[in-house]
């Protein structure tokens, strides 16, 4: 991981997992893990009756990043190598939500330190950021579930050499492996929705089963040059469940690690 990136996302099969399960990673420099650590304790004590109502009532203790396990009910696992903590966050269905519920807290608290150091756009060029994500987990509201944040331009650029391509290697078949991990058993069938493709313009798009859902840089008020020269804004339509959610970050963080070995 290049050190001057406050976190990547990337992701890992079930055939290269130490678990046996797909993981979805996040990946932090150990100069920000102190930070981290102090600021998602901070979002967790906070929103803690929120917490509960999203995981429909069962009070499950949220594990801070201060040994082998972290998030609620442990669904993640914390790895520690060169100058880095990587968090693992095993796919899997019966804590389907403690999952979605500990990623966007780790998202959060994050984004808090990003943009605590990326104050203005003057820099951005000098930034080595691939992407800001966040997302969303709400009970009983519809696109409640939505993913969404900003391409910085380093990765911007590799977009603009790689326009018009589609599925990507290894992406689709990350994001069919998490929804068939994730999905009820009768939705399995559906996993070869997924998909990836990047526009003539540069924009890309993720696709998973559901009513038209996506995670995509829309073309509203966009041009091509954005990419290499702002943070470009992308969006989610119809996420309404956590699986969609999980399925469509696995892409997102398959697709990220695919660009980055293109650039190492």
């Known amino acids: 991981m290049n050190p001057l990136r406050i976190y990547d996302v990337s992701f890992i099969s079930k055939e290269t997992s130490a678990s046996g399960r797909p993981e979805i990673l996040v990946i932090i420099p150990e100069k920000y893990w102190l930070a981290f650590r102090t600021q998602v304790r901070e979002f967790v004590e906070r929103t803690a009756e929120q917490a509960v109502e999203y995981l429909l009532g069962k009070k499950s203790e949220f594990i801070f990043p201060e040994d082998e396990y972290y998030g609620f009910a442990s669904c993640c696992r914390v790895s520690t190598g060169a100058g880095i903590r990587t968090l693992h966050f095993e796919m899997c269905r019966p804590k389907i939500r403690q999952l979605s519920a500990s990623i ?14 990326v ?114 804004p992308f969006n989610a339509h119809n996420l ?25």
Request: charged share 20%; aromatic share 10%; proline share 3%.
């Open 104 to 117: 966007c807290y780790t998202l959060l608290a994050l984004n808090v330190l990003l943009r605590q150091i």
């Open 119 to 232: 104050c203005a756009e003057d820099g951005l060029k000098k930034q080595h950021q691939y992407l800001e994500v966040e997302t969303l987990c709400s009970v009983g509201k519809a696109h409640g579930h939505a993913i969404y944040g900003h391409v910085f331009p380093s990765l911007g650029i590799w977009l603009k050499e790689h326009c018009g391509t589609e599925n990507l290697p290894g992406v689709p078949e990350a994001m069919e492996e998490v929804w068939v991990t994730v999905s009820e058993r009768n939705l399995h069938q559906y996993a070869d929705w997924s998909s990836v493709r990047i526009e003539e313009d540069g924009r890309f798009c993720f696709t998973c089963f559901g009513d038209a859902c996506d995670v995509a840089i829309y073309p509203d008020g966009f041009s091509r040059r954005d990419l290499e020269m702002h943070m470009v």
């Open 240 to 264: 309404d469940t956590p699986a969609q959610q999980l399925t469509l970050l696995a892409g997102l963080a398959a697709f990220s690690a695919h660009a980055r070995k293109e650039c190492s």
